[in-house]
T-cell receptor, first 114, second 114 residues
Framework: EAGVTQSPTHLIKTRGQQATLRCSPI?????VYWYQQALGLGLQFLLW???????NRGNFPPRFSGRQFPNYSSELNVNALELEDSALYLC?????????????FGSGTRLTVV | AQSVTQLGSHVSVSEGALVLLRCNYS??????LFWYVQYPNQGLQLLLK??????LVKGINGFEAEFKKSETSFHLTKPSAHMSDAAEYFC????????????FGTGTRLLVSP
């Protein structure tokens, strides 16, 4: 069974540009979660999508947005990039119900803003 | 609402010594509890989980955790540390009702010295 896949692995952008990060969940998982892991700040919850809908949003500005496609894959967009957006962005997937399953994480996208 | 507190951002042990990583939770409903491990520049990997079955849960790589409701704790232990255990460890909690996301602690970095 394929795990959660994220692309690209690394991304280098210039301040002010836009970044698009992609995530494919495990087959059968309908929920996708995005986290930001900046140096020294732990896991910061960004967004939760399920069945194409945004279910919950963390404390991030609107320039962080995303969507979930009919095949349950997801995209995270970061507009007007700032230097402090440099971080590891982690995607996770789970079954929407039965939270006892926990999350399965991808390996992340390392975003560097210069 | 759920929350997790991990005591100690860094824990240092010698190879062969007992590993004890502390996690206390708060939950308004019976919780599901998880421990994840993160190696450098990788995503999070599930170590073990508690889902209201046995209170002593065994996971991968020789780790185990005990759910103690009276102490609202879910501490992670391993009898003998290996150098390969050096990583960051995250405790997480979710409720067993409704449509709830996992809430993560701030993480504990385990350092293992020879």
């Amino acid at each position: 069974e394929a795990g959660v896949t994220q692309s690209p692995t690394h991304l280098i952008k210039t301040r002010g540009q836009q970044a698009t990060l992609r995530c494919s969940p495990i087959s059968g998982h309908t929920s996708v979660y995005w986290y930001q892991q900046a140096l020294g700040l732990g896991l910061q919850f960004l967004l939760w999508y399920d069945e194409g809908e945004e279910r919950n949003r963390g404390n991030f500005p609107p320039r962080f947005s995303g969507r979930q496609f009919p095949n349950y894959s997801s995209e995270l967009n970061v507009n007007a990039l700032e230097l402090e957006d440099s971080a590891l962005y982690l995607c996770a997937s789970s079954l929407a119900i039965g939270q006892g399953y926990g999350y399965t994480f991808g390996s992340g996208t390392r975003l560097t803003v210069v | 609402a759920q929350s997790v507190t991990q005591l100690g951002s860094h824990v240092s042990v010698s190879e062969g010594a007992l590993v004890l990583l502390r996690c206390n939770y708060s939950s308004s409903v019976p919780p599901y509890l998880f421990w994840y491990v993160q190696y450098p520049n990788q995503g999070l990997q599930l170590l073990l989980k508690y889902t209201s079955a046995a209170t002593l849960v065994k996971g991968i790589n020789g780790f185990e955790a005990e759910f103690k409701k009276s102490e609202t704790s879910f501490h992670l232990t391993k009898p003998s540390a290996h150098m390969s255990d050096a990583a960051e460890y995250f405790c997480a909690v979710s409720g067993d009702t409704g449509f709830q996301k996992l809430v993560f602690g701030t993480g504990t970095r385990l350092l293992v010295s020879p």
